[in-house]
T-cell receptor, first 108, second 113 residues
């Protein structure tokens, strides 16, 4: 079952914060986060494996709730380079299934 | 340099003309997968492989075939392409472990007329 991402799109000014959510009706085995810039391949950001886990990567961090049904990606003090489409992915047995994506645009 | 290489990067073909998109990785990854990306639908998995000679269907396998005769290669075959297979295709690979991040190829944009 495909994870549901919200919002579908976000427009920000440089320096503003954003939160992208990824949820599922069933517990997720793990959550991957990827960013895809326009015309490029998706690039791995981070993976969360355990309920309650939080992880950070520079000014981008993520959390995985205790029930493992929701993950959130936090982008703080956004930069122009953060623009792109963000995907969450979750394992379903051997498959890695991605959400439909959240398009983030950061303007000066 | 660690990479996933896809060819061709761009292809325009006609309905019914068999084609193969090649994918090769140099990281000794066990896991390889094909995705197609369409506007508003995100990345949908076509086929995946856990190791040599082990392949399985993803969510949208109809109209596609794959093979995994060698660990490094995972070609995607369209036996009789149709216009609804016009899409952007990505090959990806990873180690099979809990923290295995997916490495993506640069993508192959296919147009079927």
């Amino acid at each position: 079952q495909q994870p549901v991402q919200s919002p579908q799109a976000v427009i920000l000014r440089e320096g503003e914060d954003a939160v992208i959510n990824c949820s599922s009706s069933k517990a997720l085995y793990s959550v991957h986060w990827y960013r895809q810039k326009h015309g490029e391949a998706p690039v791995f950001l981070m993976i969360l494996l355990k309920g309650g886990e939080q992880k950070g990567h520079e000014k981008i961090s993520a959390s995985f709730n205790e029930k493992k049904q929701q993950s959130s990606l936090y982008l703080t003090a956004s930069q122009l380079s953060y623009s792109g489409t963000y995907f969450c992915g979750s394992h379903n047995t051997d498959k890695l299934i991605f959400g439909t994506g959240t398009r983030l645009q950061v303007f000066p | 340099e660690a990479q996933v290489t896809q060819n061709p990067r761009y292809l325009i073909t006609v309905t019914g003309k068999k084609l193969t998109v090649t994918c090769s990785q140099n990281m000794n990854h066990e896991y390889m997968s094909w995705y197609r990306q369409d506007p508003g639908l995100g990345l949908r998995q076509i086929y995946y492989s856990m190791n040599v000679e082990v392949t399985d269907k993803g969510d949208v396998p109809e109209g596609y075939k794959v093979s995994r005769k060698e660990k490094r290669n995972f070609p995607l075959i369209l036996e009789s392409p149709s216009p609804n297979q016009t899409s952007l295709y990505f090959c990806a690979s990873s180690f099979i472990r809990e923290s295995g991040e997916l490495f993506f190829g640069e993508g192959s944009r296919l147009t079927v007329l």
